[in-house]
């Protein structure tokens, strides 16, 4: 049976290589990304964030992929040493290292004959935003049977802290870097079995605790721009005879890691290293929430900062599960993904919020002249009594843009990874936000709110709103975390920010929207906030 289709339909296509590390996905695009600039990794990083977000999105989220979806692009690599260019990504962003990733992508270069293969072991060295990743593949006649790599300095940072989760208490816990600040939780002191079953429970549990420790405690690696962190490691004994432990890794948007975990094994190791209970080289075998295994090994003691160390070895299999060429449809209402069963809640909307959003909806689709207020009560599912409780008419509701934006910036800080520096963090804000005005708000409407109705604009200026505080707050952090200078306060750097983004929308305006807002704004963005760096 042959089986055709017509390319000139598409916008666009991607090919991959889908397969999965002891049961966590890695899809590997290796075909169809438009190239990224840069220097280094870390700046082919930036730029795929900033101008091509949007890919990353529809190859991570339904309806190609799912929220638990993780994926490694290859590039050209920047360093000579480096057989190719590795940029890990998953359902809320893109990230420097990944450990199960790394396995992946080498088993799969080798399988399908991308490197040169040379047997019983071919060494395989990917650039990363985070470094070289040395790896060595075990091959036998051209299959992958096992990739051996040699992690970053992994060390126990702090321990026996404690954090107070309501509905659970006084919750103990170590942080320990692996590649990233893991928080380990024995999960037996807390009641809960890891179990497959019990994995929405780790999640919200891990989301919380993610939350609450990087709001109460400072974190910064000795040498490393690294202030957060990053997953949560729920762990406890395992009746498997051939695993030492278990464990379940929450990070992302709530993302539950179906292996071990690269990273969290080091994690793990370094803490029970520097606490008596693991010698070096030792086999360490870790099971997963899915009963899969990673070996680990401490092969020698380094010293981190004046933490006691160790460099660690992780060893696992990965395997190919698909070819695949995925397309993009110009004509598909979902062409750039989405997202079912968050496990984080955004606040309760208001019946003033949902007025709003439902005016702004009709606005945009049926145009400001055709809506009426019995359409927006209908839409909003309020009584007219309620309407009228809110706004005496419709006019009212044009200057409520500053509501539509503040429950969008809402609706951000929940879905939000909380791997992004505060840099990426401002630049995400910036992008998602200036998407909605260009695609859901009326432009004759921005035009008018920011071009002619100067003195009755007030819902935007009024610096009662979220907007103008949530800005600040993200300045502040990131001064406090050491990624911005404090050569000026937070509130006049957010000042010189919101100046620049409505500057840029009256620009954008001017020219009747005829350019990109979004790429404009990230452009100008990002020259603005590299001036913010320490």
Known sequence: ?????????YEHSFRTIDSHTMGEATRIIYDGFPELPGQTMMEKKEYLISHYDHYRKALMLEPRGHRDMFGALLTPPVHEEADYGVIFMDSGGCLNMCGHGSIGTASMLVETGMVDVSEPYTDVVLDAPSGLIRTRVKVQNGKAEQVSILNVPAFLYKENQTIDIQGYGMIPYDISFGGSFFALVDAEQIGIDITMENVDILSELGMLLLKKINETVPIKHPYLDITTVD?????????KLEADMKNCVIFGMAQADRSPCGTGTSAKMAALYAKGELALHTPFVYESVTGSLFTGEATKEVDVGGYRGIIPQITGSAYMTGMNTWLLDPEDPLELGFL???QKKAPKESDRSRIVRAAWQLFHEKGYDSTSVEDVVELAGVTSEIFHRYFQEKDDLEYTLGDLFDRKYADLMVQINPRLSR?????????ELFHLIETEV????????YMEDIDTKRNLLNKKRFYYSLIPQIIEEGQDKGEFRRSENARELADNYFSLERGIIY?????????SLVHKGQRLLQIFLKELLA
């Not at 049976?1 to 339909?9: H, I, V």
């Not at 997953?231 to 009746?239: G, K």
């Not at 620009?507 to 350019?515: A, N, P, T, Y």
Request: one cysteine or more; a negative charge; proline letters at 4%.
């Open 231 to 239: 997953l949560v490691e729920f762990y406890s004994h395992t009746d």
């Open 340 to 342: 079912l069963g968050t």
């Open 1 to 9: 049976m042959n089986c055709t289709y017509n390319e000139k339909l």
């Open 507 to 515: 620009d954008w305006c001017v020219k009747d929207g005829k350019d």
């Open 442 to 449: 009326p432009l004759p409407l921005v035009k008018h709110l």
């Open 423 to 431: 840099y990426e963090t401002l630049l995400y804000l910036n992008r």
